[in-house]
């Protein structure tokens, strides 16, 4: 059955260094969407992605964060200058083009950032 | 304002008893319902949805939920529950106009004694 994935499974990284979370959707998907989920608390929307653009994004989601489909199965999620309060895990998520609306997540990444 | 609300932060029950977890939705139109389950440090697993017809569906693991629009509920249940239900539990909510992003509530933890 396939599946999302994202790579890494955990990330440590320095403040204001830059980081790239990678995902690969499921193959035929059209919206994708970023979460996080700062440890101990929900689960939080930070982005969504369609036809090769954002359609919304969330407070949360400022200047710092970006996302790229570079080449049709890559979906990447950047923090270009990290802070302490990024650390948490990040899911990735896509739906497929018609019917269910179904999200489909993968395993996530952890993120810390010392 | 849109909100999912989970009143219950944290459930013991007995292995073998009954679980029921509430999820209420402060939505303008009817959304699309989900609950999802995590095992700590993993990601998220779909239970169940609800989209239209049925109000009563089935989910996996013995799971099912009821969605009341009069009273904008979506609760989760289980008739007897096993050691491995111990986990975290989110009810989300989507709507087609928000690009069907996720708004999930603060989850409940539900913890099994022998």
């Known amino acids: 059955e396939p599946e999302v994935t994202q790579t890494p499974s955990h990330q440590v990284t320095q403040m204001g260094q830059e980081v790239i979370l990678r995902c690969v959707p499921i193959?035929?998907?059209?919206?994708f969407y970023w979460y996080r989920q700062i440890l101990g608390q929900k689960v939080e929307f930070l982005v969504s992605f369609y036809n090769n653009e954002i359609s919304e994004k969330s407070e949360i989601f400022d200047d710092q964060f970006s996302v790229e489909r570079p080449d049709g199965s890559n979906f990447t999620l950047k923090i270009r200058s990290t802070k302490l309060e990024d650390s948490a895990m990040y899911f990735c998520a896509s739906v497929p083009p018609s019917g269910s609306n179904e999200q489909f997540f993968g395993p996530g990444t952890r993120l810390t950032v010392l | 304002a849109q909100s999912v609300t989970q009143p219950d932060i944290h459930i013991t029950v007995s292995e073998g008893a009954s679980l029921e977890l509430r999820c209420n939705y402060s939505?303008?139109?009817?959304?699309?319902l989900f609950w999802y389950v995590q095992s700590p440090g993993q990601g998220l697993q779909l239970l169940l949805k609800y989209f239209s017809g049925d109000t009563l569906v089935q989910g996996i693991k013995g799971f099912e939920a009821e969605f009341k629009r009069s009273q904008s509920s979506f609760n989760l249940r289980k008739p007897s529950v096993h050691w491995s239900d111990a986990a975290e539990y989110f009810c989300a909510v989507a709507t087609r106009s928000n690009d069907y992003k996720l708004s999930f509530g603060a989850g409940t933890t539900v913890t099994v004694r022998a």
């Open positions: 193959s035929n998907h059209l919206y």
């Open positions: 939505y303008g139109a009817t959304p699309y």
